[in-house]
């Protein structure tokens, strides 16, 4: 089955610099690329996702790219701020017709005012 | 904005005893699922439910799991006679469709700690 790598497991940074999060996943036939933010004691929300059929997405300072060959796809948050602190964790899912999610096992995000 | 709502917050049982952790996903949402994190560990997949049956399910997901969908608007797992190893962060989620690439909400997750 799929496996789902991420990298690193704790990201501390300084108010105002990138943060780069980093997920390999093992099948080639997976095509959807969900990053999960979780908050203290709150649930998992959506902050963005890729498609295989894309191989970039941006969303105001948060982009995530895709490397279909190398099997590898990143998050990036550009001018992080204290209330991006929290545990990122990217997924992936496999072929179309199944919704299944595999998790990385997280990366928790310091930003430090 | 409609959010999956998951009850207790945290479940205190005695091994061997049977547990029901509560889940209502959002109204118009078809597709549910149930996901577990054990501590420091990554979420795991536990089972997928669609049209009252399982679409999905994983090698976790043994005789000692069951999921139902007992009226419109619950979705509950059930542990029948619980493990030490079965405490973990379960966290229920639904989405309008099943096919690759739709969105999934997760509800806050219900701890449960067996002692």
């Known amino acids: 089955g799929e496996n789902v790598e991420q990298h690193p497991s704790t990201l501390s940074v300084q108010e105002g610099d990138s943060a780069v999060i980093k997920c390999t996943y093992s099948d080639s036939a997976s095509n959807y690329f969900p990053w999960y933010k979780q908050e203290l004691g709150k649930r998992p929300q959506l902050i963005i996702d890729?498609?295989?059929?894309?191989g970039e997405k941006k969303d105001q300072r948060i982009a995530v790219t895709l490397n279909k060959t190398a099997k590898h796809f990143s998050l990036h948050i550009t001018e992080t701020q204290p209330e991006d602190s929290a545990v990122y964790f990217c997924a992936a899912s496999p072929r179309v017709g199944y919704s299944t999610l595999t998790f990385g096992k997280g990366t928790m995000l310091l930003v430090s005012p | 904005e409609p959010e999956v709502t998951q009850t207790p917050s945290h479940q205190v049982t005695q091994m061997g005893q049977e547990v029901i952790l509560r889940c209502v996903p959002i109204s118009n949402h078809l597709y549910f699922y149930w996901y577990r994190q054990i501590l420091g560990q990554k979420v795991e997949f536990l089972v997928s439910?669609?049209?009252?049956?399982?679409?999905?399910k994983s090698e976790i997901f043994d005789d000692q799991f069951s999921v139902e969908r007992p009226d419109g608007s619950n979705f509950t797992l059930k542990i029948r006679s619980t493990k030490l190893e079965d405490s973990a962060m379960y966290f229920c989620?639904?989405?309008?469709?099943?096919?690759?690439?739709?969105?999934?909400?997760f509800g806050a997750g219900t701890r449960l700690s067996v002692l």
């Open positions: 989620a639904s989405s309008e469709a099943m096919a690759s690439g739709n969105i999934q909400y």
């Open positions: 439910f669609y049209n009252n049956e399982i679409s999905e």
């Open positions: 890729i498609r295989s059929n894309v």
